[in-house]
């Protein structure tokens, strides 16, 4: 559920972000308030943000330019850098949107968390881990096989059950999830693992292709699934079913 009363600011690095995917981002965003604060940064003169270009006025982005002061290294970063701090301490932001792949942000996502602001992070699959683990929260917006036009919508790749349990670090954070939220019966309520989860690591179920943390915990094969009369989905690691 939306909550309009919260400002968010989204800040595009148009060097390192997919045009592709600008609505995708926008009705991402939405659901965490209103993206008053619309910029993406680049320079403007060169023809490889020609793509960022042709939407601009249809989805009211600001476009600030930055001229590459050296050779192979363009000013974007910092500039972007400074336009977010300077919106972190005079305009109140709830919600920062960092829009890039470039793992230059992570310390700019780190102190905005740090002053207990929520990072939601957009790139391709090719962002460090560094970057991505320093958002709140992380969505990837590389589709299947192809690009998409702008407004159209991305779709991860479905990954199966075994390329979900060949996954260590998922696994582990998903069993943990589960293990810290469990009762003494061994069943955990979803809602309990999935804010553990959320305040322990940049994560989102879409991003194995799945729309709910409970079609992910299904798809692993890993865990009982129970939806009791209070209509809450209960979960627990069939380990613990075989011992019992």
């Known amino acids: 559920m939306s909550t309009p009363d919260r400002f968010v600011a989204l800040f595009i690095d148009a060097d390192n972000a997919p045009a592709s995917h600008i609505e995708v981002i926008l ?88 002053d207990g602001k929520m990072v939601i992070g957009f790139g391709e699959r090719k962002t460090p881990l560094p970057f991505v683990n320093a958002c709140s929260k992380f969505l990837y917006l590389d589709t299947e096989e192809t690009a998409v036009e702008p407004g159209a919508a991305a779709s991860v790749r479905k990954l199966s059950s075994k390329q979900l349990k060949g996954d260590a670090r998922l696994v582990n954070l998903l069993r943990n999830a589960v293990l810290a939220a469990e009762g003494d019966d061994g069943w955990a309520p979803l809602s309990h693992v999935g804010s553990h989860i959320g305040n322990q690591a940049s994560f989102d179920a879409r991003n194995y292709g799945h729309k709910k943390l409970v079609d992910l915990y299904k798809a692993t094969e890993l865990f009982d699934l129970e939806l009791r009369d209070d209509r809450i989905t209960y979960l627990r690691d069939k380990r613990k079913t075989k011992a019992a």
Request: charged share 25%.
């Open 27 to 114: 009705n991402e965003l939405a659901g965490f308030g209103t993206v008053s604060i619309r910029r993406a940064y680049g320079n403007w003169k060169t023809d490889r943000l020609g793509s960022w270009e042709r939407i601009l006025h249809e989805y009211a982005i600001q476009p600030i330019h930055q001229l590459d002061l050296t050779k192979g290294k363009n000013a974007t970063d910092m500039a972007l850098t400074i336009d977010a701090m300077d919106a972190l301490y005079t305009r109140k932001a709830d919600v920062f949107a960092l829009a890039s792949s470039d793992s230059d942000f992570t310390p700019l996502a780190t102190r905005l968390q740090a």
